[in-house]
């Protein structure tokens, strides 16, 4: 990102399995828990590996005897030093649904600013750790998602507040038929549904904007939200962080 980043705050919801690993240093498999953060919904992190990789110091037969183990009996355990090693990197924090809840809402009515549930957990996440490790951090937040994609959840959280969640954006708007029921029904053939998407195009691509970088389209999910402290600054940002930033993503600062 061109910072120097010194941590990097795993935000995760009640499905915490990474949470728990730099946390505690286990990696223990559990069973999904539905939430209103859906993406974040996982019970193994996706090529985790990866980064057990770096922790083993490139060491291949030793990710290989913990993945070995890890798919025999669903845990990984790793030692103290190496728990010591990881979270010289990484923080951590679970945020539950409760949480995600009340932070929509907070920052709605105080800021005047709409969260979608997944950036309301990296939000939440930061608060966590503000008043001591963060304290004298600038903290930037960008967001992972429009609130739209999750209209109930963020109605939940406004209800009774007496503040409301908005329009909606003219990107997901424009999905909409005329029937204002966000379905399009047609046949099922491949070369109806080309058709479709071929005089559509144009209309896609005005609403949406944000989904085009370059020339090329880009289509981003946000699968979990990570926050960057880099000397003096923290940025939370979704797996696809820096493409929803030269996408042309909100962004709002704390």
Not at 80 to 85: E, I, Y
Not at 135 to 140: H, N, Q
Not at 170 to 180: K, M, N, T, V, Y
């Amino acid at each position: 990102m061109g910072l120097p980043v010194d941590k990097l705050l795993v935000a995760t919801n009640e499905n915490d399995i990474v949470a728990r690993f730099f946390n505690k240093g286990q990696y223990h498999r559990e069973e999904i828990k539905g939430s209103i953060s859906p993406s974040m919904d996982i019970c193994v992190s996706s090529n985790f590996e990866r980064y057990l990789f770096y922790l083993a110091e490139g060491d291949c037969g030793v990710v290989r005897d913990w993945m070995d183990e890890f798919e025999k009996t669903r845990k990984l355990d790793v030692s103290k030093k190496l728990l010591k090693n990881a979270q010289s990197d990484f923080l951590a924090q679970k945020v539950t649904t409760e949480e995600t809840l009340a932070t929509i809402k907070h920052y709605r009515t105080e800021h005047g600013y709409m969260l979608c549930p997944h950036s309301a957990v990296g939000v939440k996440a930061i608060d966590a750790f503000k008043e001591k490790v963060l304290k004298r951090s600038t903290t930037i937040c960008l967001a992972t998602a429009s609130w739209a994609k999750f209209p109930e959840s963020c109605e939940e959280a406004l209800a009774g507040s007496g503040a409301v969640c908005g329009a909606v954006p003219a990107g997901i708007a424009c999905l909409e038929d005329e029937s204002g029921k966000g379905k399009l029904l047609c046949e099922k053939d491949l070369g109806v549904v080309k058709g479709i998407m071929r005089r559509n195009n144009s209309r896609f691509r005005q609403g949406l904007g944000v989904g085009y970088y370059r020339g090329k389209p880009m289509f981003l999910e946000a699968l979990s939200t990570i926050i960057g402290v880099a000397g003096g600054w923290v940025v939370a940002a979704a797996a696809i962080g820096i493409l929803a930033v030269l996408a042309g993503h909100d962004m709002m600062k704390l």
